[in-house]
């Protein structure tokens, strides 16, 4: 600290006046000097600047002097074309730092074009062009930091072939400044570059994303951060996991478009950071409705089904906003947007219904994959159309000339799905039966899918359509258990449920079935057959017609029933509701036409019993209310 004070007070006698200089260059020796004769000196001499801003007052010194506006500069603002820009450069020549802001207009203005400027060969070609491009390269090192970024993007936008000697100097004066760029001139470097293949260009970027991953805590603003992770397939999982950090920071700050921009970049590269999509939920829920363009809405439904992200109050603000819109949609944007819905499982029926009478008025406009999308989505959400004569009509249309020209995988997806919406025809089966040996073929749990969709296609045509079984694709022998069931745990639910049934039936191993495959292709959690009083029975040597050896030889007893005990877990639900996707109610359905009594136990009444005792109790109880059920029909 002396050190300094001293050395501060040596600077404020050398800036004294003239006479005083004179006069203290006739003092003694300075050894000969009191210290307190310097002292007062110095402090009667020192200027109106204190002690602490000697820092600042260095900054302020060491930056360069802000150039003087000329007329170039004011030509080349106002410019509007191309020409313009090469006529102020002929007519005002300046230095390299005008010159490549002159050339970062001209791209600029080349791009606003939108592609009816043809002349770029020939621009590239004009002297006052090469003039311009000489001057940047003979005095590159003069370029501005932030200038010398964007004109390396000109150069880019340009086409300007990689062997120019101006781009190579433009190319190298960034390598050669990258540590004195700001974070969000990296930013742009990465963005603006990412995708390019030059080695040069991929030098720029990967040294760049380095510079970035070391100074990323320097990101101060939500642009920057979305552009960033927009480009996140060029970056380590350690920047993407700091941006998302630095993003949730920021998070109140983005726009609506920004949040659509991250979102629709996290769904691309499968990132799903759980409390960041919250923050964005949260904020977006806080737009305006103007913000909320019907793309952004589309996109955001993308998002969030892509990452399998549910948020009820964001699906309510986006369906509230699309459904006066639907009219306005294309035939694409309607199934893109009832297909990300889809995936979330959730169900808005204004908007479906919306949907539905969208393709009933323009169905000539829908593609046949549109159409099987649209089917296959209703399908799973289990969605039937208030007009839905009008609106199958026009399915069964469109699919009767176009349905045998599909592949054999989206064939079988769509007779399938109309298996789940009761809508299918015996005839659509048809042409399955030579696509059995092609659907055989894939990954062990695609052909385990498929295996079990025609053995729903052939239940579907043996119980709902009596007659027209011949019709049916040959189903693959189910004697054999598939590998992902000989495999899988059981749930909570499941094994709580097969063990109350053993207590149900006092341990009698052959009063019930657990885990039953039936050739229906469904799986039950637990079978019963019980007489006219609701007690369980021996049901090992009764005949039993679901079963691939068909049971026993004795027929069932007279008043006796045959219950179907089935597990719905909290993902054979729609989101938010207590409905069974359409999976499942076709299975419930199918049972129930296969002689069955359904006994139905969800997971969120079965979570409720705590004891042994009361899960026995609740079976019984259901039991009885699902036989009078029955009796009452």
Known sequence: ?????????????????????????????LVSVSADLLWTQAWARAPGRLLCEGGSIAREENLPPTPKRTQLDELVEKAETPEEILLAWA??????????????????????????FTKTAELMMDPRMQDMMDTITGQVSSVWNGTLVSVLRSLWMLNVPSSAAVLNSVQT????????????????????????????????????????????TEIADSRTVSALISKGEHMSPTLMDRLEDKALELAEGFSAEEIRKVCVS??????????????????????PSSDLTTPLLLDMAYAYGKLSFHHSQVFQRMASELLPRVHELSPADVTRCAKSLGFLKWLHLPLFEAFAEHYAANSQKYSTL?????????????????????FYSKVHSTLDSSLADLAPFLQTDVVWSLCVLQQVKPHYCTSLTQHVAKLSEGSPSQVENYRLKLLHI???????????????????????PPPAARGSPLSPLQGGLREALQSLVGGRTEAVRTGVDTVYGWTVDGELVVDCENK??????????????????????AGARRLAFLAWEFPNFGSRSKELLGRFAMMRRHLQLAGFIAVEVPYYEWLELKSDRQKVAYLKDKMGKAVAEDMAK
């Open 91 to 116: 007519g005002q020549s300046g230095n390299a730092n005008q010159a490549a802001i002159a050339m970062v207009k001209l791209a600029r203005l080349i791009q606003g074009t939108k592609g009816r």
């Open 1 to 29: 600290m002396a050190s300094r004070l001293l050395g501060r007070c040596a600077r404020l006698l050398c800036r004294a006046s003239p006479q005083t200089s004179a006069a203290a260059g006739r003092l003694p020796p």
């Open 266 to 287: 996290m769904a691309s590269q499968s990132r799903r950071c759980v409390p960041l999509l919250r923050a964005l939920s949260y904020h977006l829920l806080q737009k």
């Open 536 to 557: 369980p029975v021996d049901l090992s040597m009764l005949t039993a017609p679901h079963l691939p050896g068909g049971g026993g030889d004795r027929a069932l007893p």
């Open 370 to 390: 549109q159409l099987c999308n649209l089917i296959m989505t209703f399908a799973r959400l289990g969605f039937q159309p208030s007009k839905g004569e009008e």
């Open 458 to 480: 052939a239940a579907t045509l043996h119980l709902e359509h009596p007659g027209s079984s011949q019709t049916a694709p040959p189903p693959p022998s189910p004697t054999t």
């Open 173 to 216: 004066e960034v390598l050669w400044r990258l540590r004195r760029l700001t974070y969000r001139q990296l930013a742009f470097l990465v963005d603006w570059g990412a995708g390019r293949k030059g080695q040069q260009e991929v030098v720029i970027v990967n040294a760049a994303l380095k510079q970035l991953e070391l100074r990323w």
